[in-house]
């Protein structure tokens, strides 16, 4: 495991955080590091949008789509 220090957090947020960890019935490393799992857990929009792209993108043409029609019709009929 990895560790981390973080310099110059301003101090209105380190009293933020203390205060939510002791809501939590966590200590401060462990309240940070699970925010930091959460975080690093969620794809970001930059990865999102690339998922997107690639299952948006179509590689079936207009012929494809209508064979596939006639071969449901057809299959239909039999």
């Keep these: 495991m990895s560790a981390l220090t ?3 957090l301003p101090d209105d947020a380190f009293q ?6 002791a ?4 200590s401060l490393q ?3 590091t699970d925010l930091l799992i959460q975080q690093t857990s969620r794809p970001t929009w930059a990865e999102i949008t690339e998922r997107l792209e690639v299952e948006a993108t179509a590689t079936l043409t207009t012929e494809d789509v209508l ?3 006639d071969e449901g019709r057809d299959g239909r009929r039999s």
């Design 16 to 21: 933020a955080l203390k205060a939510r960890a």
């Design 23 to 26: 809501q939590a019935g966590q």
């Design 67 to 69: 064979a596939s029609i």
């Design 30 to 32: 462990a309240y940070v």
């Design 6 to 8: 973080i310099r110059d």
